[in-house]
């Protein structure tokens, strides 16, 4: 029932900022975890970072860590990528996912979530 619509991507030049948004929508919204994931062409879906709703806990791929940060606007259902630092190789499209599980063990995993948006681009040039 809940539809998730992200927006914020665009060109950014290696070492730049970026700011994502992912916006859900409809009737309800009762996710525990969600998530952040990118796809660049030809390579698998890979997972990027994810929140914890209820406690604002954080996790981050290595690629990630010490550069990207995940939060969350309850009031506004809103979560949120800050991009710092960009690569290149961050180059992709990002997807937001929710999940009304909290899995530590597997929300990394893109069968975790059921609920998907339809991507932002993201590119970095160098």
């Known amino acids: 029932q809940v539809q998730l619509t992200e927006s914020g991507g665009g060109l950014v030049q290696a070492g730049g900022s970026l700011r994502l948004s992912c916006v859900a929508s409809g009737r309800t919204f009762s996710f525990r975890t969600m998530g952040w994931f990118r796809q660049a062409p030809g390579k698998d879906r890979e997972f990027v970072a994810a929140?914890?709703?209820?406690?604002?806990?954080?996790y981050y791929s290595n690629s990630a860590t010490g550069r990207f940060t995940v939060s969350r606007d309850s009031a506004k259902n809103t979560v949120y990528l800050q991009m710092n630092s960009l690569k290149s190789e961050d180059t992709a499209v990002y997807y937001c996912?929710?999940?009304?599980?909290?899995?530590?063990?597997?929300?990394?995993?893109?069968?975790?979530?059921?609920?998907w948006g339809q991507g932002t681009q993201v590119t970095v040039s160098s």
């Open positions: 996912a929710g999940d009304p599980n909290f899995r530590p063990l597997s929300m990394s995993e893109s069968a975790s979530y059921g609920s």
């Open positions: 929140i914890n709703w209820s406690f604002g806990a954080t």
